[in-house]
């Protein structure tokens, strides 16, 4: 069973920062492509970022274009964590924020479906 732990939500001004963390146990985390998303109040999920699996030393980000310049997608494949840095946050970033892992080799992955696990989700709000 894998299981998959957020932390590192919270509240912040506008033009503040925080960093996302989510924990993965119960299977080989360097397998899997990981991601975030998230869930705006009354909209539905949305892919942020993704991380590819390592390969030949390096890996592969992608990100939602809204989010290109202030978000920062990273693994740490020796802790089976990866990371979301969040710089510059507006208003408009609140939401609950989910990490993701996709099992294959297909990339980039920015389906919610195309995932097979989730974590339970963490607050980010954003004030102006």
């Known amino acids: 069973q894998v299981q998959l732990v957020e932390s590192g939500g919270g509240l912040v001004h506008t033009g503040g920062s925080l960093r996302l963390s989510c924990l993965v146990s119960?299977?080989?985390?360097?397998?899997?492509?990981m991601g975030w998303f998230r869930q705006p109040p009354g909209k539905e999920r949305e892919f942020v970022a993704a991380v590819s699996r390592i390969g030949l030393g390096t890996s592969f980000t992608s990100y939602t274009n809204s989010v290109k310049g202030r978000f920062t997608i990273s693994r740490d494949n020796a802790k089976n964590t990866e990371y979301l840095q969040m710089n510059s946050l507006r208003p408009e970033d609140t939401a609950v924020y989910y990490c993701a892992a996709a099992d294959g080799t297909r990339w980039p992955v920015t389906r919610p479906a195309d995932h097979d696990y989730w974590g339970q989700g963490t607050q980010v709000t954003v004030s102006s």
């Open positions: 119960g299977r080989t985390f360097s397998n899997y492509v």
